[in-house]
Structure formats: structure tokens, C-alpha cells
């Protein structure tokens, strides 16, 4: 099955700085890429996903990057401000398959400071 | 629509008690999973549906974990009987499936089995 590996587990920005995630995968199969954004005590909301046909996806401050043949991809925020102080998760699936299983990292927890 | 609704919120219960932890996805998603967060082990997949028929339960820990879903718009989780190793966050999502593998998360249910 997939495994998908997420780097760092913690991570302390100044606002106003550059913040950025990595996370590698080991399905070759999988084609779908979301990353989810869960504050303390609530629910995990998706912010951005890219499909394996696509090299970079922007929305805003944040954009992620995925290189298939190194089988990794990448969550970027720029301009950082304090409200996205949470934990970030990456994901894979092979929806080709049909399966719509979602594979997540074990999160990274992001602090930015005022 | 509502979103995903999951009770209890909060359940605290005694070793060796049965737990059933209820979710109602949004209407029209023909998908649905439920996860367990754990400090240690991140969001794990437990068991998923398709139109209400069990997909995939590879992730379910126990024969002590079970799951049913009677119906479009109700899903339930038990354990019986439960441990103190049970104590976590369980997420019911559910998805449409049409395209998307967008998952929408519940509020959660936070376990504690004392």
C-alpha cells in the first residue's frame, strides 16, 4: 500500500516569512495530491490539491509543486501571517483505481510568530 | 447542508464499555470513511463505504471494531468492548466521489476510555 512520509514535524516561521512543506510518497500509481489544513480542536478543511498531470498549482499565498519522478511533493506558503498557525497533512490516492483512499502524512505542525 | 455531523463530541467511557460513535454525511455523497487521529500515528483509515457498502476495512485494528452503514444518511462505529489504547479523535468524512476526492470531515468524536 501507499506510504506517504511528511517533513518537518514542526516548524516556527516569523510572519511575513516563507514557509514550506515536503512530503514523499511510494505508490508510483498514485495521481492525486490534496493537502489539509486542521486549527487546534477543529476538523481538517482542504486548501489546496494538484493531479499528477500538473507540476505546480497557486492559490493565492499558498502553492503546492510535485515532482513524479522523485516522487515527492511540496506545500509553500508565502507572506505567512498568524491564522495559519496549524497543522498541515499531505495526502496520496490512486483514484485511477477507484478506490478514493486517502494516504496521509502525520502532519506538520506549523507555528508562525507575530 | 449542514455538513458532516458527528455525535457524540465528546465520550468518556470505562474499559472493557461498548462505545458507537454516529455520523450523518452530507446528502448526496456517496462515500464515506471513517478515521482515527492519534498523536503517535496521525489520520489513519479505518473502514470506507460506497453507496453504503463496505469498500475497504484493511485499516480496522481489531475484531473489537465494527462499522455499519444502514442507510445513505447514517453511519456507526463501535467498539465493543473498548481499551484505553482506543482513546483518540475518530472523523467520519464523506466525499462525492463524482471526480472528486475532495473529503469533507465531521466536527470528530474525542474517545477517551479510561
Known amino acids: 500500500g501507499e506510504n506517504v512520509e511528511q517533513h518537518p514535524s514542526t516548524l516556527s516561521v516569523q510572519e511575513g516569512d516563507s514557509a514550506v512543506i515536503k512530503c514523499t510518497y511510494s505508490?508510483?500509481?498514485?495521481?492525486?495530491f490534496p493537502w489539509y489544513k486542521q486549527e487546534l480542536g477543529k476538523r481538517p478543511q482542504l486548501i489546496i490539491d494538484?493531479?499528477?498531470?500538473?507540476g505546480e498549482k497557486k492559490d493565492q499565498r499558498i502553492a503546492v509543486t510535485l515532482n513524479k519522478t522523485a516522487k515527492h511533493f511540496s506545500l509553500h506558503i508565502t507572506e505567512t501571517q498568524p491564522e495559519d498557525s496549524a497543522v498541515y497533512f499531505c495526502a496520496a490516492s490512486d483514484s485511477g483505481a477507484g478506490s478514493y483512499q486517502l494516504t496521509f502524512g502525520k502532519g506538520t505542525k506549523l507555528s508562525v510568530i507575530p | 447542508d449542514a455538513g458532516v455531523i458527528q455525535s457524540p463530541r465528546h465520550e468518556v467511557t470505562e474499559m472493557g464499555q461498548e462505545v458507537t460513535l454516529r455520523c450523518k454525511p452530507i446528502s448526496g455523497h456517496d462515500y464515506l470513511f471513517w478515521y482515527r487521529q492519534t498523536m503517535m500515528r496521525g489520520l489513519e483509515l479505518l473502514i470506507y463505504f460506497n453507496n453504503n457498502v463496505p469498500i475497504d476495512d484493511s485499516g480496522m485494528p481489531e475484531d473489537r471494531f465494527s462499522a455499519k452503514m444502514p442507510n445513505a444518511s447514517f453511519s456507526t462505529l463501535k467498539i465493543q468492548p473498548s481499551e484505553p489504547r482506543d482513546s483518540a479523535v475518530y472523523f467520519c468524512?464523506?466525499?462525492?466521489?463524482?471526480?472528486?476526492?475532495?473529503?469533507?470531515f465531521g466536527s470528530g468524536t474525542q474517545l477517551s476510555v479510561l
Open positions: 494538484i493531479r499528477s498531470n500538473v
Open positions: 468524512a464523506s466525499s462525492s466521489g463524482t471526480g472528486t476526492e475532495k473529503l469533507f
Open positions: 505508490d508510483s500509481a498514485s495521481n492525486y
